[in-house]
């Protein structure tokens, strides 16, 4: 994963990017949670102690991402943890490398 992240302002950590905020939509409307997608922290976890998703949450977003975006996103994968982290890091990762 890239150092990318590391070099972004301070302030705007809190910030969705225009992408980020895309993303987010997804993730609530594939998962049909009850929160505003703007709602959620781009550096906040997705699992657990964050926004509370689990395994089967994330099964359900990458087929969404992987319909929406063209990126297939391996359940073996070693990165996933580090890509599910947040939506930030995950958006990064979504945005580098999507086919559509």
């Known amino acids: ?6 070099i972004l302002p301070h302030e705007d950590l809190a910030v969705q990017t225009p992408f980020e ?5 997804l993730i609530v409307t594939s998962l049909q949670l009850e929160i505003d997608a703007a709602d959620i922290a781009p550096a906040d976890a ?8 689990d395994s089967i949450d994330a099964l359900e977003l990458a087929l969404a991402i992987s319909r929406d975006y063209g990126l297939e996103l391996k359940s073996d994968d070693a990165d996933n943890r580090a890509v599910f982290a947040c939506l930030r890091s995950l958006a990064h990762h979504v945005e580098t490398r999507r086919t559509h």
Do not use: H
């Open 1 to 6: 994963m890239s150092d990318d992240l590391d």
């Open 21 to 25: 905020a895309e993303l987010a939509a």
């Open 46 to 53: 997705l699992f657990n102690e964050g926004l509370g998703l």
